[in-house]
């Protein structure tokens, strides 16, 4: 009998404990639930996705996860982003069709692409535009900047941030390029943009629209005799083995942007927008970084495996940027207003 009591006792004093600890997990909010629940999570209330065609270490990718992982933070998990690098979600026209009609939720997209359905983008990389990478980000970080973000909205698309891609230049298995006469009937592969054809040819070269996957066996052949790129590109696909001379004339600077479909931007309130758009820019600060480090260090890389870097006196910067102020007019003559201001930013 006295056992019987005695188990009734400790089952009330145990019935008692768990149910004040219940109340106190209650008060303390989702992290007492997670812990009473075993350390299970609630389910996030956004799953979105994020397409990028760089491969996992470019630093657009980085920023990209960078950016994923900000949201998630600022929003307590309740909007998770999964980044697939690589092309995974196909190419940079195929993932802005996509974007368009709400099949991806976020991409970084390159300015060449958005000029295809928005050409006023094309200012954004016409030749020598930028006197520097100081210069250009003055015009993107600026009014500017806001104006081409806005123009972007008719095209079912939501600009978020600026991301760096780096100044373009020419390298070529034949000798170095010092003056505009060395450009002279170069056979100069360019990707599939008429605006880069013009700009070759203007400067005396040829132009080869040419799949960026096919340059590297073309160099090779002797099919091309140079390409066009940035640092890390020239390394990446290993174009550097076979064209060895590169001129740093920074002919263009073509930005990325961070965009999100405006069928996804529809469905978030006021207050996550405000988050997205905050951890976007963060993550551009972020990628960046990452690119001036990058860009740095494969230079450093390059010249010591026995590259020859040229760069162009200030007198043929003038010659070269003179020589395609044709591409201006048959590409922007809209919005020579857009360029003009932009030359006056200082």
Known sequence: MDKQIAKRAALIVFTVAAACFFIILLKAGNPGKALFL??????????????????????????????????????SGRI???VFAGGEMGSENE???????????????????LAEIKPKFNVLQLP???????????????????EFKEDLKESDLVALSWYDAGARHFYNSSRPIKCIEDMKK????????????????????????MAYSEVYAALETSTIDGAENNWPSYETMGHYEVAKYITLDAHTRIPEMQVASQATWEKLSDADRKIITACAEESARYERRLWEIREENVRKRLIKAGCIVTELSSSEQVRFRA????????????????????AQIR
């Open 38 to 75: 075993g350390g299970r999570k609630e389910a996030p209330e956004y799953v979105l996705s994020y397409a990028d065609n760089q491969p996992e270490d470019y630093p657009t990718v980085q920023g990209a996860r960078k950016f994923a992982e900000l949201v998630q933070e600022k929003t």
């Open 80 to 82: 998770k982003i999964n």
């Open 95 to 113: 993932v802005v069709e996509q974007l368009q009609y709400g099949g991806i939720d976020f991409a970084r997209v390159s300015v060449m692409i």
């Open 128 to 146: 020598y535009l930028y006197r520097d990478e100081k210069h250009m980000w003055k015009v993107l970080d600026g009014e500017i900047g806001e």
């Open 186 to 209: 170069m056979r100069i592969r360019v990707a599939n943009s008429d605006m880069m054809s013009a700009m070759v040819e203007a400067l005396g070269a040829r132009a080869v629209p």
């Open 323 to 342: 020589a395609v102020m044709t591409v201006y007019q048959m590409y922007c003559s809209e919005y020579i207003d857009v360029v003009n201001r932009i």
